[in-house]
Structures are given as C-alpha cells and as structure tokens.
C-alpha cells in the first residue's frame, strides 16, 4: 500500500495542518486539504537551456541549508524534495532563459520541486519555471524556490501557474541580494484550486535591488493567495513590488504584503502597491499591506485597491461604438499591461495575455 501524505507526516511527529488563527494562514482555505487523500511521487521535470552549467554540491548544500522550517509542508519537502540546482558560474550571461518545467500527471499525486538558483558575482540571466498539469486531475503541488544573487550579480526569475482548477499549489519561495545585486521575482498565476505563493527577499548588501511582479486571475471556485515580505538588512537597499489581481464568479484573492526596514537600513527605499478587479457580484478580494519601519532617513509606501471596473473607461470605449463586452475586456487586459511589460521573457507575454483572454472569454460567455 502507498504510503499517503497524512501517514508520512505522522511519521515525522507533525501531521497537523497550519491553522487558520495564524496570521500568515488567515483567509486562506487550508482547512479543506485532507492529506490522507494525497500520495508522494516524483514530477515529470525537463530544463532546458542550462547545458553546460557544472553543478556545485557545497552551494546547493547551503541553499538548502538556509531553508525555513515553519509548517508540516516543510518537513514533507525535506523529505521528497525533487531537486532541480541552476549554478551560473561569476561573470557569465546568458542571452537566452533557462526553462524549468513541472508536470503533475495521476489522481492523488503529490509532488516537491524545489529549484535551488545560485548567481555568481557579476553574473546575468534569467531562469522560466512553469507549472502544469492534466486536465482535470486532482492533485497536490508544494514548490519551494531558494534564489541567492551574489555580488552585482542580476538573476530574474518568473514562475508561470498553468495548472488545472483542481490542484491544489502551496508554495514558498526565498531570495537574497548581496551588494549591488538586482533581483525580479514575477508570479503569473492563472490555474490551480487553491493557489498560494510565500515570497521572502531579503536585501542583505548595500546596494541591493529587488523587484517583484504578480499577475493573477481566478474564476470559478479558484482562490488566490500571495503574502510577500520585502526585508531590507543593509543600507541603501531598494525594493518594488507590483502585483495585480482579478477574480470573477465565486473566486477569491488574497495579498497580505510586509515591507520590514531594518535598523541598519537606512537610505533604503520600498514600495508596495496591490490592485484588484472584482469582476462578479460574488468574486471577493482581500488586500492588507504592512510597513515595519525600524529606522529614519527611508522612503517607503504601500498601496492597495479593490473594486469594479472603472465606469468611465468602460462609457470612453463604449461611447465609440465599441459592444459593452469588448470594451470591458479591453479594460481588463489593459489594467494587466504594466505587469506584462515587467516580466522578464517578452516572447511569453502573447501566450500568457492568450491565457488571460481565454479566461476573459469564459466570463463573457
């Protein structure tokens, strides 16, 4: 008999879900997993674009190394963690990006990427991880990413959800800036039941740049569900994060957002901004921002919206002779544009505003 998730936790003495009472888990759907129905495999994974690079044990020792143990799915990641390593040695640059990409394929499934990315000094390129599944398969995915960009190194990296609308995504993903090192995290979540992505970056060397980007839509039953934390260590440090939202149906969203600006950190700059569409009487998003500002001399804001389409860009398109449908999908995928132009592989932008579209369509029908 296989073994499934619950019996697996409870061998590791923490078979209990994270609750609901935990900040970090408010809003979220946790309650409903029921690890009993859930069976460790391995992924269908292919990369591509990463010959040549030499695989360095010792720095993939320490990145895991560096990984947080905060829940059961910690521990069940250490456990069958299916490792993926992208060492990119100091001064090289790779013009075209290295794709990652998981498939998750038979009812029950439960399976643990974990991508480890390592960016030498001066370094430049960009890493593609894709998610997807069969239709209709019911499953389980818990990725973790650990990213570490050394000294002016500049990594991008851009996870891209294509998974069906009944498997469940619980991921957590972790980077590090050293002096002078620019860091994009960009998120395009479109598919899964339940869909979650922890983000920390922490900007550990003067100089230090991080952005992140997110574009998410859900319709149907699916939620949606982002909590990110900009940690500014050292001085002069600057972090960007722009993430935008839609749901319609009976979806939800949810972005709980921490800016944290150390006491060593002064002359840092942050800035946070969620906006959010609701696109149905019965879709619902949650937005909460946080700043935690421990020194002077920062500049730092957030920002949030959630609400409808704005009536007067629908009535400007209308008003030439555009039919109310078109118009309001010309809004919406024109409310996505600035995210779209941020990610970091322009030849994907057509297919993933095809993705977007396609969701457009459904509502529209």
Same mark, same amino acid.
């Given at each position: 008999?296989? *073994?499934?998730?619950?019996?697996?936790?409870?061998?590791?003495?923490?078979?209990?879900?994270?609750?609901?009472?935990?900040?970090?888990?408010?809003?979220?759907?946790?309650?409903?997993? #029921?690890?009993?129905?859930?069976?460790? *495999?391995?992924?269908?994974?292919?990369?591509?674009?990463?010959?040549?690079?030499?695989?360095?044990?010792?720095?993939?020792?320490?990145?895991?190394?560096?990984?947080?143990?905060?829940?059961?799915? #910690?521990?069940?990641?250490?456990?069958?963690?299916?490792?993926?390593?992208?060492?990119?040695?100091?001064?090289?640059?790779?013009?075209?990006?290295?794709?990652? *990409?998981?498939?998750?394929?038979?009812?029950?499934?439960?399976?643990?990427?974990?991508?480890?990315?390592?960016?030498?000094? #001066?370094?430049?390129?960009?890493?593609?991880?894709?998610?997807?599944?069969?239709?209709?398969?019911?499953?389980?995915?818990?990725?973790?990413?650990?990213?570490?960009?050394?000294?002016?190194?500049?990594?991008?990296?851009?996870?891209?959800?294509?998974?069906?609308?009944?498997?469940?995504?619980?991921?957590?993903?972790?980077?590090?800036?050293?002096?002078?090192? *620019?860091?994009?995290?960009?998120?395009?979540?479109?598919?899964?039941?339940?869909?979650?992505?922890?983000?920390?970056?922490?900007?550990?060397?003067?100089?230090?740049? =991080?952005?992140?980007?997110?574009?998410?839509?859900?319709?149907?039953?699916?939620?949606?569900?982002?909590?990110?934390?900009?940690?500014?260590?050292?001085?002069? =440090?600057?972090?960007?994060?722009?993430?935008?939202?839609?749901?319609?149906?009976?979806?939800?969203?949810?972005?709980?957002?921490?800016?944290?600006?150390?006491?060593?950190?002064?002359?840092?700059?942050?800035?946070?901004?969620?906006?959010?569409?609701?696109?149905?009487?019965?879709?619902?998003?949650?937005?909460?921002?946080?700043?935690?500002?421990?020194?002077?001399?920062?500049?730092?804001?957030?920002?949030?919206?959630?609400?409808?389409?704005? #009536?007067?860009?629908?009535?400007?398109?209308?008003?030439?002779?555009?039919?109310?449908?078109?118009?309001?999908?010309?809004?919406?995928?024109?409310?996505?544009?600035?995210?779209?132009?941020?990610?970091?592989?322009?030849?994907?932008?057509?297919?993933?505003?095809?993705?977007?579209?396609?969701?457009?369509?459904?509502?529209?029908?």
């Amino acid at each position: 008999m296989s *073994t499934t998730l619950l019996d697996a936790a409870g061998h590791l003495g923490s078979a209990q879900l994270p609750s609901t009472e935990s900040e970090v888990w408010r809003y979220s759907r946790i309650a409903e997993l #029921d690890l009993a129905a859930f069976t460790p *495999t391995v992924p269908h994974t292919t990369v591509v674009g990463a010959e040549g690079l030499v695989p360095r044990p010792e720095l993939s020792a320490e990145l895991v190394a560096s990984m947080p143990v905060h829940d059961v799915f #910690d521990e069940l990641h250490a456990q069958y963690a299916h490792t993926v390593e992208v060492h990119v040695p100091a001064g090289k640059v790779l013009v075209e990006p290295i794709v990652v *990409t998981h498939h998750v394929s038979g009812a029950g499934a439960a399976v643990f990427p974990r991508l480890l990315i390592h960016a030498g000094a #001066d370094s430049e390129f960009t890493v593609v991880e894709r998610f997807e599944s069969d239709p209709g398969v019911v499953a389980l995915i818990v990725p973790r990413l650990v990213l570490h960009a050394s000294q002016a190194a500049r990594v991008s990296y851009l996870g891209v959800n294509l998974l069906a609308n009944t498997v469940w995504h619980l991921g957590h993903q972790q980077a590090t800036g050293e002096r002078d090192s *620019t860091t994009l995290l960009a998120t395009v979540a479109l598919g899964g039941d339940y869909a979650r992505v922890r983000t920390d970056v922490r900007a550990v060397g003067q100089g230090a740049t =991080t952005k992140q980007v997110a574009l998410y839509y859900a319709d149907g039953h699916q939620m949606h569900d982002f909590r990110t934390l900009q940690d500014h260590i050292a001085p002069k =440090t600057n972090s960007d994060l722009l993430f935008k939202g839609a749901v319609q149906d009976t979806a939800k969203s949810v972005y709980t957002g921490l800016i944290r600006i150390g006491e060593d950190a002064k002359g840092s700059a942050a800035y946070q901004t969620n906006r959010n569409l609701t696109l149905s009487e019965g879709a619902w998003a949650e937005s909460v921002p946080n700043l935690d500002i421990r020194t002077n001399d920062v500049k730092c804001s957030h920002a949030s919206t959630v609400g409808p389409i704005d #009536d007067e860009q629908r009535f400007y398109l209308e008003s030439r002779g555009i039919p109310p449908e078109v118009a309001e999908r010309l809004v919406i995928l024109g409310f996505f544009d600035d995210v779209l132009a941020a990610l970091p592989v322009g030849s994907l932008r057509p297919e993933l505003r095809d993705r977007v579209t396609e969701k457009l369509l459904g509502r529209v029908a």
